[in-house]
């Protein structure tokens, strides 16, 4: 997807993205900075997002609005809406990114384990969609949500984050006839194994279940799925800012894998 195209498009929007000061999200809170978007970026660790807004400034990008907070509490959720609310006055696309939630063995996962895991994927993303779509609807407005392959390939040793994206993934279908009605388009991106600081850690989780070493794991996964090369951040990125670009303007309720044709079955 070329420089043209995201320039061109996207100049002015008001771009909200959680998960915005490291891996998937801080890359597509970026791109959309390059792109011209006032860009808001929401995230647990104020030193993260600082780092996020510094790279985006260096590169040339407008500055970003960083909003520190727990995503898992509603209050956080409330917080990020105020502030866009009181700063820009509205929303034209809401970039569901964040959260992380546990591999492992199925006994050794706890029920604090579980709940953490609904609170910031999928909690989260359904508080900050009721407080934004009356401003979405308003801008006839885009939602893209980050879920992942899991939601449609059940594995053992990731049961919370296949369960979790299950449920994320069949709420946005669901929103998305709400959008129809209201003229927000709602779409979900379901990214496979990409290099990030997460890829690292889902590695070190499910070789601590197996016992053994984390290289062990990410070279059996690697060779399972056949791919030329591990995904990237950007890769995901790309096919957000087409997502919310007028050419998308008919794609609604969609759910598109960037995972290099690694998700078995049908989609």
Known sequence: MSSDFKGSDLKGKVVVVTGGSRGIGQSIGAAFAAAGA???????????????ADAIVAAGGKAPTVIAGDLRQTAACEAVFRTVSERHGRCDILVNSAGATKAGAFADLTDEAWQDGFALKFFAAVRLCRLFWPMLAAAEGK?????????????????IGGSVNAAFANFSKGLSALGRRDGVNVNVIHPGRTATDRTKDLFRQKAAARNVAPDVIEAEETAKEGLRRIGQPEDIAA?????CSPAASHIQGAAIAVDGGSTPGLY
């Open 38 to 52: 006032e860009t808001v970026l929401a995230a647990a660790s104020e030193a993260n997002l600082g780092k996020a």
């Open 143 to 159: 939602i893209v949500n980050i879920i992942g392959g899991a939601a449609r390939t059940p594995s053992a040793d990731f049961l």
């Open 239 to 243: 096919l957000t800012l087409f997502l």
